[in-house]
């Protein structure tokens, strides 16, 4: 039993739900009241395997999201960012050589912090949703969506999306979204033209990207949130993500006032940058009134934390695409163009090779978080989030009162 509450089930079959196959042999976590109420405990043998062959008891739809939120949020602020301020007066040799003997050593005791979700991907929630509510995802039928994406730490990392990246997708007539900070680094206004002029999306990446913005009082995060509304507007910004991956159910209510979307939930988050969080599914939802497209495939910060050369990165984005693609998902890929993390020749050249794998493929398709959210939300959700944006207009004087506010 893991977190108290979910279970490791092996699903061994599911002759019976033809609908849940692409999950058999996988190891996922399910409720246990949710299946001691339903009479599936007596299902499990003693090593926890259990085959799905008989009628499911009565559906219920509304719970399809249980084991989505189970670890959904980042309300803690972590450790490591709690001591930045300290590391920052450690030399960067020190700092790079610290944090690759601790990526190691995390990952040698990767099943002490990834139970659920399971790293490097766990679909548990898309299982558990097609198993309460009998039906299959959208997704499941036609080529499964593939969606880029960069984090933009700095103005180098814009540079290389200019230089390198923007290219390389062309040449495979992708698109990618491109997250930035508002107010770090310097904004090159002339690239972010090109940018948009050849067909991609900006989104913004947090605030300064000093990790507070999710752990601020509600009023404080909108009056941050405000402060990009030039960016959204001049841009057409539609995605948020937030830094380090960090959010709070509170960051997610404030969002909704100024982004159609948000992507900062991970699938499965690993060990960064609160270790054992996501959400386990790799398909589009609503929370908090807010459409989420979760990050689905591991990033290259965390792979390349936990010591993964660029060609073992390549071979998990396959492995992890392929599971996502027979599932009903969508593939989310956040790498960042610094030549810390993939703006090297080697993890560009994993990147490159990834995406000659999907463009080759006759079951995955280049797409964009528009298409996927049209696509991925119910009717209800759509119409939910709808009222919600016309209540609150997302862009405006509103936002531009909020300015004045406390930061
Ligand atoms: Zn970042």
Known sequence: MVKGELVAVRVTGTSGQPHLSWAEGALLSVPHAWLRERGFLEDLDANGRCAVERALPALIPQEASRVRLWAAYTE???????????????PTSLRNYTASRLGRWQRRRIRHWAMFPRWPLDLSADFFADLVTGES??????????????????LEGLRNLQRWFLSLEESVAACSTSFIVPHRWPIDHGILM??????????VHGFDHSNRTPFLSGEKQQSR???????????????????????????????????????????AGGV????????????????????????????DASLRFLGYNPTEILRIWKLCAEYISRSGGVIVVLTHCEARFSGNAPMFE????F?????????????????????????????????????????????????????
């Open 76 to 90: 803690k602020r972590p450790i490591p960012l709690r001591l930045r301020p300290w590391f920052r007066m450690v």
């Open 137 to 154: 995802s959208p997704f499941s039928a036609g080529p499964t969506p593939v969606v880029l994406t960069h984090d933009i730490d700095t």
């Open 194 to 203: 090109d940018v948009l002029d050849r067909g991609h999306e900006i989104g």
């Open 225 to 267: 949130l405000a402060r990009a509304s030039d960016l959204i507007e001049r841009y057409e910004i539609r995605g948020y993500r937030s830094p380090s991956l960090l959010r709070t159910r509170s960051l997610m209510k404030s969002l909704g006032r100024f982004y159609e979307y948000d992507s900062s939930i991970p699938t």
């Open 272 to 299: 960064f940058s609160v270790q054992g969080t996501g959400c386990g599914s790799a398909r589009p939802f609503v929370i908090e009134g807010i459409a989420e497209l979760p990050v689905t495939l591991p990033r």
């Open 350 to 353: 994993a990147y490159r090779r």
């Open 355 to 407: 995406l000659d794998y999907v463009a080759d493929s006759d079951h995955m398709t280049f797409s964009t978080p528009d298409e996927v959210l049209q696509k991925g939300l119910g009717l209800s959700e759509r119409i939910e989030r709808e009222e919600r944006a016309q209540a609150v207009p997302r862009s405006g004087r509103r936002e531009k009162e909020l300015v004045a506010g406390a930061v």
